[in-house]
Structure formats: C-alpha cells, structure tokens
C-alpha cells in the first residue's frame, strides 16, 4: 500500500498567517491526491481534489499544489474557521491511504 | 439538497456481526461510486472499501479483507456494509462517502453524519 506522510503533525498558527501542510506518498500518484479538512464530531469535508482544483464553495484562501511524490496545501491567511484537523487523501490506486492528520491550532 | 445518512451502528462482542447502511437522497445515487471510510476513537481517517455505480467491483483496505462486505442496492438508493468476525479493532466512526464525479476518480464530495461501532466483550 502507498504511505502518505504528512508534516507537520501539528501546527500552531494566528489568524491572518500564511500555513502550508505537506504530504508525501511513499511512490509517485500522478496528481491524485485530495485534501480534507475535519472539524471535532464533525464528517471531513473535501477542500482540493486532482492534487489543485478547488471543491465548490470552498474560500480561494486554500490553495494545493504538486504531483508525483510530493504535495502542499496552503492556506494564504487563516480564518477563525480554519482551525481543524486536515488530512490528505491518496486515490491513484487501491488501498486508498490517508496521511495520519495536521492538526492546526490558534497560537 | 445532496444527503448520506448512516444507520446501525451499536454495541458488538468480539466476533459478532453487523450490518450499516448508508441512505442517499438528492442525487443520482445508480451512478456514483461509494465509499465507507472509518475513524477510530482520537485517531485519523481510513479507507476501508468501495463499490462501483453498478456494484460490480468492490475494493477493500487490507485490514478488513474477508470480513466486511461492501454492497449497494440502487432500487432503494442504499449502499452497505456488512461486518463480520468484528475485532475491537473494528471500533469507530463509520462515515460513508459519495464519490465527487461520475467520469473521474477524484475525491468524495458529500459524507454522512457517520455511525458508532463499538467492539467490546
């Protein structure tokens, strides 16, 4: 199965700042790799899909870039609402694998 | 308005059996491929399995291999999971998911609220 590694674990951020997530898949997934935010009690919500398209309705401040190995999402500056678990999602072959979680907390 | 709603879940011995059931409503359900994916008490999200739009081809994460069974029945716009031999391991979260398009293989768009499986003697 691919691994997906994401760094860093946690992240303490303010509001305003600029943060970027990364994972990386243990072989190359083309561009097949989603983003996804949860929120505690919450069902994930999908933010990026195809490694940089946008989901509808998610806010232009998140942003994903990458292909191959290696992937970032960034979030140009951090809403209240931003604070939450992300988890990247590799879905270029089967088992699909998530990456273990970043947890975004306010400074 | 696009909605998954899990029903079933509850508390199970050691190797005992369950079945979740995912109701979908607001969309084409025949057409999307499905997805269960599971998380554990404090801990991240994983994969367990997949059905194709027709229910022919099913996919599932190693973990779970021979014991939970993906199904759907699209006359009744309900995807399944049947689980067998349940381990305490098997204790989660189940949400099911619908994938994001019908012609690519990207992302899932829209998941249920989820439904508890507790595995416990």
């Known amino acids: 199965a691919i691994q997906m590694t994401q760094s860093p674990s946690s992240l303490s951020a303010s509001v305003g700042d600029r943060v970027t997530i990364s994972c990386r898949a243990s072989?190359?997934?083309?561009?097949?790799l989603g983003w996804y935010q949860q929120k505690p009690g919450k069902a994930p919500k999908l933010l990026i899909y195809a490694a940089s398209s946008l989901q509808s309705g998610v806010p232009s401040r998140f942003s994903g870039s990458g292909s191959g190995t290696d992937f970032t999402l960034t979030i140009s500056s951090l809403q209240p609402e931003d604070f939450a678990t992300y988890y990247c999602?590799?879905?270029?072959?089967?088992?699909?694998?998530f990456g273990q979680g970043t947890k975004l907390e306010i400074k | 308005e696009v909605q998954l709603w899990e029903s079933g879940g509850g508390f199970i011995q050691p190797g005992g059996s369950l079945r979740l059931s995912c109701t979908a409503s607001?969309?084409?359900?025949?057409?999307?491929?499905m997805n269960w994916v599971r998380q554990a008490p404090g801990k991240g999200l994983e994969w367990v399995s997949l059905i194709s739009s027709g229910g022919g081809t099913t996919q599932y994460a190693d973990s779970v291999k021979g014991r939970l069974t993906i199904s759907r029945d699209n006359s009744k716009n309900t995807l399944y999971l049947q689980m067998n031999s349940l381990r305490a391991e098997d204790t989660a979260v189940y949400y099911c998911?619908?994938?994001?398009?019908?012609?690519?293989?990207?992302?899932?768009?829209?998941w249920g609220q989820g439904t508890t499986v507790t595995v416990s003697s």
């Open positions: 072989q190359g997934i083309t561009n097949d």
């Open positions: 999602l590799q879905d270029y072959n089967y088992p699909y694998t």
């Open positions: 607001g969309f084409t359900f025949s057409s999307y491929v």
């Open positions: 998911a619908k994938r994001l398009a019908t012609d690519t293989p990207y992302g899932m768009d829209v």
